[in-house]
């Protein structure tokens, strides 16, 4: 059974800056791509960028340079670092794990595409 465990939310103020974590298991770590996604109330759940398991990345346009995917090998951790961060980035943020090809990532970051999900941790982001 896969499980993800986030951490990290919490209150910033607009411009701040917050880094989130997901501890995988080994094998989740080493076997699934994993993402994050975030959801902000009454929208739907937004894929925010996934790494597969060679370490690649691509990310929703939403929060490119903004935002960093890296998994940390020595911890089985994905990490998020978030930078420059705005109001409308206040979300319930997700980490997800899905079925690689071949151990790549190919087409949409979109939730059905991911097969386990983390509890949430919560950002909110004050002007």
């Known amino acids: 059974q896969v499980q993800l465990v986030e951490s990290g939310g919490g209150s910033v103020q607009a411009g701040g800056s917050l880094r989130l974590s997901c501890a995988a298991s080994?094998?989740?770590?080493?076997?699934?791509?994993m993402g994050w996604f975030r959801q902000a109330p009454g929208k739907e759940r937004e894929g925010l960028a996934v790494?597969?398991?060679?370490?690649?990345?691509p990310y929703a346009l939403s929060v490119k340079g903004r935002f960093t995917v890296s998994k940390d090998n020595a911890k089985n951790t994905l990490d998020l670092q978030m930078n420059s961060l705005k109001p409308e980035d206040t979300a319930m943020y997700y980490c997800?794990?899905?079925?690689?090809?071949?151990?790549?990532?190919?087409?949409?970051?979109?939730?059905?595409?991911?097969?386990?999900w983390g509890q949430g941790t919560q950002v909110t982001v004050s002007s």
């Open positions: 997800a794990a899905g079925p690689c090809w071949r151990g790549r990532w190919y087409g949409p970051i979109v939730a059905p595409s991911f097969s386990s």
């Open positions: 080994a094998y989740t770590y080493n076997t699934y791509c």
């Open positions: 790494i597969d398991i060679f370490g690649s990345t």
